[in-house]
């Protein structure tokens, strides 16, 4: 995939453009581009924009669908938090999110109370990440949210198959981007092509979910479109279906009978 530049639209906040440039290896540009991607910092967000039909896409933890979910999401009865165990759990799990994306699940779970770490290589979705934590960290709304999310800027297969076993987590949610052959989804979600232009598609969900059961201590649990193909190589122990997505579980005690943790 190309480097995504970016570029600062706001003098003020220079400074602050170097550090994402810096930590994330961006290319900082002195004038916006005229064609293709680029992520450009303005004077309240981060965003991913190109020109022409597509709209910015950038993280928020803070307003809009995020300030919905937060407020009136369902608590410990969304499908979500029941694929990861919280429902009627007495203790949070540690949770790594090891294909963050633009935090959606993360923000969800971390709202919950777990500790989440995000976990993603790629430098665009991670600078966007970055943003969106760092504005969630200034709002008296969600600051102490925030404070349960951590950004891990890296390939999350090699990441995980790096782990100590005592910073091993309880559970390990995988989001893999698919190609996506529907198009009628795709029309709804113009709004999310730049962002899977740029992305690109995880191509090695299999590597990431053997990683993932290696180091998960309870379970790994897969989000997919209800009708999507599951990931290659292991079987799912269980599956959670709803209306428009399925949570693939594997449970580690049945694929590790032998594991101590």
Known sequence: MPVTPLFCAENARLDYARQ?????????????????????????????VTTGKHGAVYAEFVEGAARHRREQGGGRGQPVAKAVGLKGAKALPDIVDATAGLGRDSFVLASLGCRVTMVERSPVAAALLCDALERAARHADTADIAARMQLVHANSADWLSQLVATARPEVVFVDPMFPDTDKKSAAAKKDMQAFQHVIGDDMDSARLLEAAIAAAKVRVVVKRPRLGAAIEGVKPSAVLDGKSTRFDLYIIKALRPDDSL
Do not use: D, I
């Open 20 to 48: 994402l440039a810096s930590r994330f290896a961006l290319p900082l540009l002195n004038r916006r581009p005229v064609e293709g991607y680029w992520l450009e910092l303005g004077p309240q967000r981060l965003e991913l």
